[in-house]
């Protein structure tokens, strides 16, 4: 049997496999690339959006940048968060424009009659409510749904602490029923 011919590169010069998203993407910090995205952010583009783009930075990057403990650290924070209150109040926006465009609702047939369009009209539906469900996830105090508790005149809600129950309430409660609301 012949022996396997003996390779003329050293094994420490053969090409190694790249890391995904490895070359190519700044790393170190810019005040202008934070602009830009920024910029971006206000529009309501996602930040992952963002950096998925041709010289913008890893999304890592940029959440490293905003978490330093130090003074710039804390001024990209601000600003991305800044940027994205925009971002959100932009895409607000965004729903009304779809829901105020009935350009395309209606489309005409081979015969002369205007018919609705209910693919597009489903599919503007779509778009609001997708926006809406972020929003009311991403910024629930401004987006959410509000949820208020309170009873009526004539069984107003009470809030009371364990201590203050007494051992009968205790007992009606781990039985399954409220004293006083049969």
């Known amino acids: ?5 003996a390779s003329s590169k050293p094994k420490d010069d053969a090409p190694k496999p790249k890391r995904p998203g490895a070359g190519g ?37 940029v959440k490293d940048w905003a978490d330093e403990d130090s003074p710039r650290g804390k001024a990209v924070s601000a600003a991305i968060a800044r940027a994205r209150e925009e971002g959100f109040d932009a895409l607000a926006a965004e729903c009304l424009e ?6 395309r609702d209606y489309t005409q047939t081979t015969d002369g009659r205007i018919v609705p369009d209910h693919d597009h009209i489903q599919r503007s539906k779509l778009r609001i409510e997708t926006r809406l469900k ?3 996830k991403w910024d629930p105090k401004r987006y959410g749904e509000a949820v208020t508790l309170k009873g009526d005149k004539d069984n ?25 609301a049969e």
């Open 1 to 5: 049997m012949a022996k396997p011919k």
């Open 25 to 61: 993407r700044p790393s170190k910090f810019s005040e202008k690339v934070v602009a830009d995205i920024c910029a971006r952010l206000a529009e309501g583009e996602p930040m992952a959006q963002i950096c998925r783009d041709e010289g913008m930075p890893a999304y890592r990057t």
């Open 98 to 103: 779809i829901a105020d465009d009935g350009s």
């Open 134 to 136: 972020l929003l009311a």
């Open 156 to 180: 107003p809600v009470e809030i009371r602490s364990p201590r203050q129950l007494s051992d009968a309430d205790l007992l009606a409660i781990a039985a399954g029923g409220i004293r006083g």
